[in-house]
């Protein structure tokens, strides 16, 4: 069955860094795109970056951009979102998706606080 097991998530200062993984099964992940979303506590989950199936054409959300870099690494099945200069704003639930399957992961904290 689809499967997405995030991490790397945890707790982390104003302008600190992160790197999120996302271990993706149960389909052929070189020929999908895939999307990470966030949702804040009392916010509807947003898209915040989405790479296609070969790392060539990425978009971030506003919030994040110049800030944000999401990659992946087919060989391994995963995708990544590197994080820097964390904002306070950034405090989520992070979840990795594939775009055309209806499958969610557990999530991976991340908390930006001082």
């Known amino acids: 069955q689809v499967q997405f097991v995030e991490s790397g998530g945890g707790l982390v200062q104003p302008g600190g860094s992160l790197t999120l993984s996302c271990a993706a099964s149960?389909?052929?992940?070189?020929?999908?795109?895939m999307r990470w979303y966030r949702q804040a506590p009392g916010k509807e989950r947003e898209l915040v970056a989405h790479?296609?199936?070969?790392?060539?054409?990425?978009n971030y959300v506003d919030s994040v951009k110049g800030r944000f870099t999401i990659s992946r690494d087919n060989a391994k099945n995963t995708v990544y979102l590197q994080m820097n200069n964390l904002k306070p704003e950034d405090t989520a639930v992070y979840y990795c998706k594939n775009p055309k399957l209806n499958s969610w992961g557990q999530g991976t904290q991340v908390t930006v606080s001082s």
């Open positions: 149960g389909f052929t992940f070189n020929m999908y795109a």
């Open positions: 790479i296609d199936s070969i790392g060539f054409s990425i």
